[in-house]
């Protein structure tokens, strides 16, 4: 094992890069949160001109503060930052030599590369890239810029940012950063850990926000004022201040969920228009640094030339290998997906035959396998239809001028042209044969689109447009770095993304990628597999499964395994080997959530539990105790130095672990009621006060929802007490920390104060989409309807895609339970209470456009549950409110509406409907006006009718009143003029005919379904 | 040549401290003007734990902006800092050695170390050191810290701050810094020049005032908030970002004289505060750094112990040579002083014969040279006083026990004391005889007291305390690093600062300090010389200034050579080389002044001029177009590589000149009193408004000012637009970065304006002690009238031994110049006029103090003439009002006191005097209640002398006229009682006396005259 120090890595970091013809640049003048942010990577990743630098970059986040006390976390951490513009090519491989440069043996060591989309919205940029991985630590961030400054990046740059203390744990194998060497025989804890705890207590603290506020205000508006004097560097200066001084803000929990978008939005655009002028700037100057060649730097591979002189006349196996940079987990199986649909289509197409099309895949490959794939196209004729007979040919059958055009675009003698019928009609038609070409250049031909035909949901660019010019940029999930394309032994020379199909492949990271040769298509899969590739998604699932299973059974716990982890650890590594890690007893004692939280959403760990535990992975989320202080976790590669990684993983979640129990062990030494005054400090909206605020309104509707929902005494004792504490929790350290355990910590803070459990447990549910039990729906409905009347009141409505609120989520979250729950319920009436409590007027307009929104959300999930449009529209015309009722009596009707006799029973109900609903007036119904027996006869059924008992809504008990009356509606349409001349008898008839028709009221409308 | 680039200089200067024991640290993460300002300086540097680190430190200084168009001088220039902590003894050397590291070969270039006293008031530091020259250029910073944040440090830390772009351009014998390579084939134009243009635009003229007064107000208090918690490292964040602020403002120009102070005092009482809480926290820490050995870094010098075992009986040489670092100048003079007075008196002292003392030096040495220096001393008797005779013996003539405890404590027999009379009286007594030591054990004892007491006006301490305990503290002007004492060939052991006398010297810095052993004291001079020293300052003289006069011939001019320049040259070399330099012709269009100041001042060089040009060095500040584009330098070694040297020189120069050409060239765009309303920003003091407030003041007083002072019409003219223009300057570029040229840039701005000469010339004369010109003694005397007033009333007069607004220079300057041009003048009532015209009440009580003041500086500028004490004290108790009448009068009376009858005049004078001076009332005589005729002789007497005319306040005029009344007095008080029972007649006669008494009036009080 070497024995490292911070300043040998960083001497060696700044040799190597510097060897590899970067600049070294220094840290910045300014407290920054990232090297990102320092100008020489913000600036120069701008514009066309090339830029490769390296440097270190103390980088401060005031919210990581831990005092000290955490063995890896700090306000204070060293990044080693390196920008490559544009793409050399092969940066991950760069990035690997680096790592054994400053003393990693890859071997001995589980390197990945896990998928992570990077944005930083102060500065309104993102990329794609990841997170790599060391032994399950995240040591470096690898991103692929995209956009920087809101501007989008051509060439685009590789961000290497290393995590310098992290990467000398790992490479010292040490617990924690601070026994370890800076250098001169110091460790880093001599120099910086009494900072930690200084900086820590000054964030968390001492800060006072009415001056750092006051700071943030003079540096934006001097921000603001060298802007207008096209002072970029200065101004970006203060862009940066303001940023820091924000992030003290948010440390000291002074900044609410909407403020902080406002503060965002100021950041981001100051940051765009730094952008903008430095690129402005840069034009003028002529991009100094454009130089000659630059864009050689992206290296052409170079391929043997095997163009074949003669093609097989045999069909052969086709493999198509497209080797990538780390593929997402969720991205790989989408392009599995698509080239298992992509492949045939293609070969269909291109009139190839074919045997079995299997599609493969690992983080790093994707692979097309077609047998037996014909070695030409067959010849063809195809009959193209020309001028119609009589257009084609003089009366002597001579070819028209019109003819001998046709014909001669389409390659063939008039003579031949024939006439068929077609298409109800004589026309000349031509037969143009086309002899089948051979595959080989037909594939070299059309592999680019299909490569250019696999989408992702996100999408990224690597290579300069220039390269591309006038044929569209090439963008992928990840970069694509080689292609392997061979019919049997024949390359395929096809070119992508500045690639030619060969014969090389590369083996496995841990094994430093081998180029690895194939010879013939059909030993493609013996060659990944005999290089210790694992190419089937489900073959990578077994392995994972059956050994993560034998691990847990080896300390007496069976794992929980999660399908969504195992499928994402097994699409993160091509050679999967599992191995048990360990972590400290004491651990046990944090909440379930939070170990379970770290293990399975940080770290991709499978948590180990109790044999005897009943707990499914549903149940996961609740209660504690039943894991075991084990994790089973997956290396990429064999078990080479598998020690070594293990040490490292556990390493990693001890860290994690120890960070949550001193989130915990904070927030414990308060009651959860005890955080309430503090959300006074966390702005809801500016318009709508604080969460402390947004808590009380909460508390007041929940009470008023009581009666409404229908709960039961205790129930709604339980329910106002959950809402009193309802939001506590977010300003609890653990929450700031993790945001997804909001809920959560409240009800376990809620359970460890003595709280009654079914407290506890409405705290916990206020955040699910359906809250089982009826106290957690209550406080859910307040929140969100709270939400949706303040919001929508003040201006802040989604609009388009736009919903940065979430009040499409909120809306279906009000619409779901009360479905689930089955309980009736008025949402006029539920909003018009919420309304009264908002601090802004909430209009009756307003109101009822909040009821639409939900409704429209109604209608959504109604659908999604597989009901016809027009039978949810027809029930939604006449009972939205309430959508429990309103899925009630959509079953209903669609049950209804599948009855063979419903043609007969629709159509009745028409008739009424149909004549009355252009009149204005509701006509009174004289009995003693009826002349016709039909219709007296039709009244009185009616009356009858009118008489049953329905319950509120149903359409069952609507239709079961109204079906008896169809034959003497029938009847009477059959003997009845309605629309008599005599007015009064008319309109006694027409009236008559309303009274059916409203019989539907507050049931449907039956006008929308179809073949009313 | 080699040539480097930027990151290579600085990897290299972290390897080769990393290797010699650094910690390597990293920039810090706020906006410092130097690296001292980095914690890891500021911090570390107090208390006893060692601390050895080298870090990068971008360093922002606004005020030295140049719009990226200097080409070596920036408001961001990268340092390399380096700390040693305590002294390893050869600091000096190590930084040789980092020179070569990097590239630079000494033997090619001029290495010196020229005197720096090192502060920093905005952390309360201070230290002592050296530029560090590289051919003319600083490129280092060196020094002994001796105090930071206002504490005292111990051990001493070594700091060594390198500046990388003047090494870089040094290195690569490059013009300026933006063509050079910073790393990866960019240069460092291309990174930082457009950077440099808008900081520089941003600094100087866009950053808002208020707004950065309103970000240095909240800093400051953040800083308090920070140390009332006892967080240190954030505090002394604020702090620094207060001192950035601070720089804004002053680049700004909005930071007056006397705000300065104040906001310098605030920063350093948090510096200070900042240190104190620091050393608390490390010291409850049990110094954490302070392990075994610390001290042992000083390593103690192995000597050759040659401890002769006999001793010669013969007289021999002695030499005795201190080696030091570099002394600055005057330190080397004063030491030789020094010991040429104390080397004698120190031979006396301890009775050892000897031959002539010669005592030399050069920067880095101090050698004492004994001939002939006797072997050991003589034998003496020392005659010891004792009890008295009687009280020694009884009458038997036994011994008492008295005599018996004296002869026991001298060592003798009782039967041996003798009687003897001394002291004028019997006594018992011993003779003690002492044989003579040999010189060899006498010198180890006493050297160290030779050394100890050579003084210096400031001292430095370099070694820990702790090494000396309880023998005080060892200081010097700089490090003393070795000793030679040799007695004949005898080494003298002799132990001071941690060293040991011996026989090695050291040879020249440029030859890489060899070590050289010096067989014999007789053979020192000439080993010495030998080795390329000239140890005598006078011939180091000779041979630079004939070398210079020489060159300067060879361009057909003439050397300028101030002698106390050519004395501090010599003082800075051990082997002077001159050698002439050059630089562009179009830099004589600059102000002479400006040209002189920069080559004298900055660069130790010997200006140039015309053959022809009468100048002399008195006149060197007025004119220009005298001045040669050449300069003679002299440097370190001898003549290899002095290509190089000049062009390093020349550079040097170039980037000076260019510099000045610069700020003259920004001026030169406005005229002189355009920069009047700018003067609005910088205050003078907050009570007494802006520098224009007073500009105005002083423009009104003088035009008061003119008729008091008798000017002529035309000279009216003059002063008054001279007092209009007088202060403009202050705020021109020029100005602001030489203060030295306020006034003489005016003057030189005020004539290309084609302002009267005269007017010119009164604004250039206004700082010097005597303006010359009448019009520049008027608004001198305004300016300085109007400070005194103003500043007294704002409760700012000097108090003890301070007086930070140089009020006893103004005063000085006040009657210094009105005692040269020998104008009467009334000092109440111009202070009066002044006083009227502050913006706060100046009491009449103000108003006597400041005159009393000034009475006081009169007192001393007499005194200094030369005049007697008393003489002077007679003349100012009747006419401190105007400065040379009483100048006039104290000639004329020590002129009468020397007189031979002077014994006769007095007391005719004091007589009458005397006896009216208790008397409360002033007596009426009547001329007819006379009785006696010696009375009526008196009477009329008096009435004659009485018409005499005289001229005001003259001596002479008074005595001619009462010495011919010195008979008839004598007569009157042999023949009259004055005291006579007749209470009318005695009035009359006392009144009589009393009008003789007050011919004396406004002329003097004798009665302060000795013998009075």
Same mark, same amino acid.
Do not use: C
């Given at each position: 094992m070497p024995h490292s120090s911070l300043q040998t890595i960083i001497l060696q970091l700044q040799e190597f890069w510097a060897a590899h013809g970067c600049l070294i640049g220094q840290p910045y003048y300014t407290q920054v949160g990232?090297?990102?942010?320092?100008p020489a990577t913000f600036l120069r990743v701008l514009g066309p001109e090339p830029w490769n630098v390296g440097y270190v970059e103390p980088s401060i986040r005031p @919210?990581? !503060?831990r005092y000290g006390e955490n063995p890896n976390r700090f306000q204070q951490h060293t990044q080693f930052q390196v920008i490559l513009k544009p793409d050399p090519g092969n940066p991950v491989e760069l990035y690997i030599q680096s790592l054994e440069a400053i003393g990693f043996d890859p071997r001995q060591h589980d390197i990945r590369l896990v998928e992570d989309n990077w944005e930083q919205p102060a500065i309104s940029a993102w990329g794609l890239g990841w997170e790599i991985w060391l032994d399950g630590q995240e040591i470096t961030q690898f991103t692929y810029f995209q956009q920087v400054g809101g501007q989008s990046l051509d060439p685009v740059s590789v961000e290497i940012t290393y995590g310098l203390e992290r990467i000398l744990i790992a490479l010292n194998n040490a617990?924690?950063?601070?026994?370890?060497?800076?250098?001169a025989g110091i460790t880093y804890g001599e120099v910086r850990r009494h900072d930690e705890f200084e900086q820590s207590k000054y964030y968390f603290?001492?800060?006072?926000v009415t001056r750092v506020r006051q700071m943030y205000e003079l540096y934006k508006t001097e921000a603001d004022a060298c802007l207008a004097q096209g002072l970029v560097v200065p101004a970006f200066d203060y862009v940066l201040k303001c940023s820091h001084t924000f992030n003290i803000l948010d440390a000291r929990g002074a900044i609410g969920v909407t403020e902080r978008q406002a503060f965002f939005g100021q950041m981001r655009e100051r940051a765009r228009r730094v952008a903008e002028t430095w690129l402005e700037q840069r034009q003028e100057q002529e991009y100094? =640094?454009?130089?000659?060649?630059?864009?050689?730097?992206v290296k052409d591979r170079v391929v043997s030339? $095997?163009? &074949?002189?003669t093609f097989s006349l045999k069909p052969a196996g086709f493999v198509l290998e497209i080797g990538v940079e780390e593929l997402p987990a969720s991205d790989l199986d989408s392009a599995i997906g698509q080239l298992k649909v992509n492949v045939p289509g293609l070969l269909e197409e291109l009139h190839l035959e074919h045997g079995d099309v299997k599609v493969f895949g690992t983080p790093r490959r994707l692979a097309v396998i077609v047998d037996s794939l014909a070695p030409r196209q067959p010849d063809r004729a195809d009959i193209v239809k020309g001028p119609s007979a009589d257009r084609a040919?003089?009366?002597?059958g001579v070819p028209t001028p019109a003819a001998i055009g046709f014909a001669r675009s389409k390659g063939?003698?008039?003579?031949d042209l024939e006439v068929r019928e077609m298409d109800g009609g004589r026309y000349a038609v031509a037969l143009v044969k086309q002899a089948g070409r051979p595959t080989y250049p037909v594939l070299v031909e059309s592999l680019p689109g299909l490569l250019a035909g696999i989408k992702f949901d996100k999408s990224m660019r690597w290579l300069p447009a220039s390269r591309f010019e006038g044929n569209g940029e090439v963008v992928f999930s990840r970069p694509i770095r080689w292609l392997v394309a061979l019919l049997g032994e024949t390359v395929i020379p096809f070119e992508y993304a500045g690639l030619t199909g060969g014969r090389t492949t590369r083996g496995l990271r841990p094994y430093n990628s081998p180029e690895i040769d194939i010879s013939a298509a059909d030993k493609y899969l013996k060659i990944i597999q005999k290089n210790?590739?694992?190419?089937d998604v489900e073959e990578r699932k077994n392995l994972i499964e059956a050994a993560g299973r034998e691990l847990a059974a080896s300390v007496k716990g069976q794992l929980v395994i999660p399908p969504e982890l195992l499928r994402e650890v097994a699409n993160l590594v091509e050679k999967p080997t599992s191995f048990l890690g360990n972590f400290e007893?004491?651990?046990?004692?944090?909440?379930k959530d939070v170990l379970v939280s770290v293990m399975k959403?940080?770290?991709r760990y499978f948590p180990v539990e109790l044999?005897?535990?009943? @707990?499914n992975e549903a149940s996961m989320g609740v209660g504690r105790?039943?894991?075991?202080?084990h994790f089973v976790a997956v290396r990429n590669?064999?078990?080479? !130095?598998l020690d070594l990684v293990k040490q490292g993983n556990e390493h990693v979640v001890r860290a994690r672990f120890a960070d949550a129990n001193f989130f915990v062990g904070e927030d414990l030494?308060?009651? =959860?009621?005890?955080?309430? &005054?503090?959300?006074?400090?966390?702005?809801?909206?500016k318009k709508l006060g604080s969460m402390l605020d947004k808590n009380e309104r909460i508390e007041k509707l929940t009470k008023a929802l009581v009666p409404m929902l229908h709960l039961e005494a205790d129930e709604a004792v339980f329910a106002r007490r959950a809402a009193h504490l309802?939001?506590? @929790?977010?300003?609890s350290k653990m929450v700031i920390e993790m945001t997804s355990l909001q809920g959560i910590m409240g009800r376990e803070y809620a359970r460890r104060d003595g709280e009654a459990p079914a407290v506890a447990e409405a705290i916990g549910e206020?955040?699910?989409?359906?809250?089982?039990t009826r106290p957690g729906l209550a406080v859910a409905l307040a929140d969100r309807l709270d939400s949706l009347a303040g919001l929508f009141a003040a201006g802040l409505a989604p609009t388009g895609t736009k919903d940065p609120f979430g009040l499409r989520r909120a809306a279906i979250g009000i619409v779901q339970p009360l479905i689930e729950h089955e309980i009736d319920f008025n949402l006029s009436a539920a909003l018009e209470t919420a309304a009264a409590l908002e601090p802004v007027p909430v209009t009756n307009q307003v109101q009822s456009l909040v009821v639409e929104f939900i409704t429209g959300r109604l209608r959504v999930v109604l659908m999604e549950l597989g009901f016809k449009y027009d039978v949810v529209d027809a029930v939604l015309g006449a009972q939205r409110e309430n959508p429990a009722g309103a899925v009630r009596a959509v079953r209903q009707l669609t049950a209804w509406v599948a009855r063979p006799d419903w043609s007969t029973i629709l159509p009745g109900y028409a008739r009424c409907v149909r004549i009355t609903r252009d009149q204005e007036n509701k006509f009174k119904v004289d009995r003693?006006?009826?002349?016709e027996p039909a219709e007296k006869q039709l009244f009185s059924a009616l009356e009858k009718a009118e008489k049953r008992k329905r319950a509120p809504g149903s359409v069952d008990d609507f239709l079961e009143v109204f079906v008896p009356l169809i034959p003497a509606i029938n009847e009477f349409f059959d003997k009845?003029?309605?629309?008599? $001349?005599d007015m009064s008898v008319q309109e006694n008839r027409l009236g008559l005919l309303q009274r059916i028709s409203s019989l539907a009221d507050g049931i449907a409308d039956f006008g929308k379904l179809e073949g009313f």
């Open positions: 990232a090297g990102t942010m320092n @919210d990581d !503060g617990a924690a950063i601070w026994d370890e060497t800076w250098g603290d001492t800060a006072d100094p =640094l454009l130089k000659e060649n630059q864009e050689s730097q030339s $095997e163009s &074949p002189s040919f003089g009366p002597d063939v003698q008039p003579k210790g590739i694992v190419l007893h004491d651990f046990l004692s944090l909440p959403k940080h770290q044999l005897a535990a009943e @707990d105790s039943t894991l075991l202080p590669g064999d078990s080479h !130095g030494k308060h009651k =959860l009621e005890d955080f309430l &005054p503090r959300l006074g400090t966390l702005m809801f909206q309802l939001k506590a @929790d977010l300003v206020q955040y699910q989409p359906v809250p089982k003693n006006a009826f002349i009845v003029l309605v629309m008599t $001349e």
